[in-house]
């Protein structure tokens, strides 16, 4: 339902103005929960990497006192190179698997949806990757089994992938729906063939490379901040300026031209894979700054494992208290039944075998 605007003088009239008409898109859980602004982005990146610096140190100060003087921590940026460097693994994956398109996108979204929430420090994007890519075939309607997933991708067993799908799950809010720029650019595709001047010659081309610029833009950030809409018109404009311009002024759409220049710049600018000696180098440090309470066999691990299973002991003994209690204070045969006036209530219990 639109709500009426106030006037500009404060009068409390409605305006004329036709209220603004929501999108299926606008009412999405992307839209309302996975779009930010480039400064939200990046002061999310931040807050999260330097809460995840302090809570790392302070674990290796309590397992070694000044030891973290030693380690370098990864700054946002870098963490930010180490997952776009896993969203490119995603297509070399998706190629052996025979996967299609919307898995692909899918798992690219995930994994950069999820490393909103947390860190790599904690968690590798390489086993990240892997369970996204999975949970992706799942939610898009092409299942694999575990096993055979698995089986294909050395050095990795159905454990690594599983212990990981809840935590992914639950740090999309179990929000899987993502909506694609890839199927935007289909449905522009068709529309664009039905204006006066769409080219008779080479159409299949302006098709394939709009669809690269797509494959391109899921190693930016575009989709975190721009509508899968304005992606698809973007990278249209990309491949033929020409006929993105002339569908804008078909639906008098001229004023988002501008939002395009900003889209097409960011795919031209960090739309293909990171440099790999550079990513060698991150994932070498990451060894050093990673989380211990992560790391299978340590001190620290150990500890937090121990933390866990007296707190979960603790529950059951409390749930089994609870359980004990209910059971000693309240009646076996239940409530005393009343009839529907309000009737004297009757003693179930002390009816005879006769009565």
């Given at each position: 339902m639109a709500l009426a605007t106030q006037q500009p003088n404060g009068d409390d009239e409605p305006s004329t103005k036709p209220?603004?008409?929501r999108s299926i898109y606008e009412a999405s859980t992307q839209y309302r929960h996975w779009r930010y602004s480039p400064e939200q982005l990046a002061q999310t990146r931040a807050s999260l990497n330097a809460a995840a610096v302090s809570a790392i140190r302070i674990t290796i100060e309590a397992e070694s006192p000044g030891s973290s003087s030693n380690v370098t921590f990864l700054n946002a940026d870098e963490e930010r190179l180490l997952v776009k460097l896993y969203v490119s693994k995603i297509t070399q994956l998706c190629g052996h698997f025979r996967f299609p398109e919307d898995v692909e996108?899918?798992?690219a979204s995930y994994l950069k949806r999820f490393y909103l929430k947390n860190t790599v420090m904690d968690w590798h994007p390489k086993n990240v990757m892997l369970?996204?890519?999975?949970?992706?075939?799942k939610t898009c309607n092409h299942p694999i089994s575990l096993d055979e997933y698995t089986s294909h991708i050395p050095n990795t067993s159905p454990s690594d992938v599983l212990d990981l799908e809840f935590l992914i799950a639950q740090s999309l809010g179990f929000e899987f729906a993502v909506w694609h720029p890839h199927r935007a650019l289909w449905g522009l595709w068709l529309d664009v063939q039905s204006l006066e001047d769409f080219p008779k010659e080479g159409i299949t081309e302006i098709y394939d490379t709009a669809l690269s610029h797509i494959r391109a833009s899921r190693l930016t950030d575009a989709e975190l901040i721009f509508a899968p809409s304005q992606i698809a018109l973007a990278c249209l404009a990309l491949s033929s300026p020409t006929l993105a311009a002339?569908?804008?002024r078909s639906k008098s759409s001229e004023n988002v031209l501008p939002i395009l220049e900003s889209i097409q710049e960011m795919i031209t600018r960090d739309g293909s894979p990171p440099n790999v000696e550079a990513v060698r180098d991150v994932d070498r440090?990451?060894?050093?700054?990673?989380?211990?309470?992560k790391v299978v066999g340590s001190k620290a691990y150990l500890a937090k494992k121990d933390q866990e299973e007296k707190a979960a002991a603790e529950k059951r003994a409390r749930k089994a208290e609870e359980v004990r209690k209910t059971m000693e204070e309240?009646?076996?045969?239940?409530?005393?039944?009343?009839?529907?006036?309000?009737?004297?209530?009757v003693d179930v219990a002390g009816l005879d075998d006769d009565d």
């Open positions: 209220a603004h008409k996108a899918t798992a369970t996204a890519l999975f949970l992706a075939t002339a569908w804008a440090r990451l060894k050093l700054c990673k989380n211990p309470e309240s009646d076996p045969f239940g409530e005393a039944l009343t009839g529907k006036h309000g009737d004297e209530a």
